[in-house]
């Protein structure tokens, strides 16, 4: 059973910077991609970034590769999501994930996505 844990979520200041972690435990059956979204309360869940970990391939959507950065730590099994010049409507529940790679693993789709953490709380005051 794969278990996801985010952390470094917490609250932080218009311009500021912020850096989440996502500890991968248990068996990664269902492959060896991992994701970062985000969803405020009556939105869709959107993908920012994801990282292939055994091609160590990273693809960040668009709307976030200027400020936001996904790494992942092959030794640790932990993926990173560093946030700077963060703004007001960065303020969301942020979730990691893990999937098989599958079609849309790197946009990222969440549809793609099969085991989920129980997400973290990003709250940017301006």
């Known amino acids: 059973q794969v278990r996801l844990v985010e952390s470094g979520g917490g609250s932080v200041q218009a311009g500021g910077s912020l850096r989440l972690s996502c500890a991968a435990s248990g068996r990664l059956s269902y492959g060896p991609c991992m994701g970062w979204f985000r969803q405020v309360p009556g939105k869709e869940r959107e993908g920012i970034a994801a990282v292939q970990t055994i091609a160590h391939i990273t693809r960040h959507a668009p709307t976030f590769k200027d400020r936001f950065s996904a790494s992942h730590d092959n030794a640790t099994n932990t993926l990173y999501l560093q946030m700077n010049t963060m703004k007001s409507e960065d303020t969301a529940m942020y979730y990691c994930?893990?999937?098989?790679?599958?079609?849309?693993?790197?946009?990222?789709?969440?549809?793609?996505?099969?085991?989920w953490g129980q997400g973290t709380q990003v709250t940017v005051s301006s």
């Open positions: 994930a893990a999937g098989i790679c599958d079609a849309g693993w790197s946009k990222p789709d969440p549809k793609a996505y099969t085991d």
